[in-house]
């Protein structure tokens, strides 16, 4: 059984900065993939980014080069930057591993922009 708890949603103007934080209730090392999806509102839940045991990375194309994922495993924290956010940004974010090829989610933070 894996727990995973997000933090450091908020709210945020337009072009600034955000990093969200997953933290594990087991070691991450041995995950063999984290990743951050998100649904906005209307729409179907999507990958955003995810990063694998050996710290491969991949990127949905609507967030490649604003956003960062990355990992501590000393922490069993996954972390995602977002940079320059825009108002199709605004979402539930939700943590997401995959161990022994059984899926576990987080309780989802909230990214809202201002107008």
């Known amino acids: 059984q894996v727990q995973l708890v997000e933090s450091g949603g908020g709210l945020v103007q337009p072009g600034g900065s955000l990093t969200l934080s997953c933290a594990a209730s087991v070691s991450i090392s041995g995950i063999t993939a984290m990743g951050w999806y998100r649904r906005a509102p209307g729409k179907q839940r999507e990958l955003v980014a995810s990063?694998?045991?050996?710290?491969?990375?991949r990127y949905a194309d609507s967030v490649k080069g604003r956003f960062t994922i990355s990992r501590d495993n000393a922490k069993n924290t996954v972390y995602l930057q977002m940079n320059n956010l825009n108002p199709e940004d605004k979402a539930v974010y939700y943590c997401?591993?995959?161990?022994?090829?059984?899926?576990?989610w987080g309780q989802g933070t909230q990214v809202t922009l201002s107008s």
């Open positions: 990063i694998s045991s050996g710290g491969s990375t």
């Open positions: 997401n591993a995959v161990l022994r090829l059984k899926p576990y």
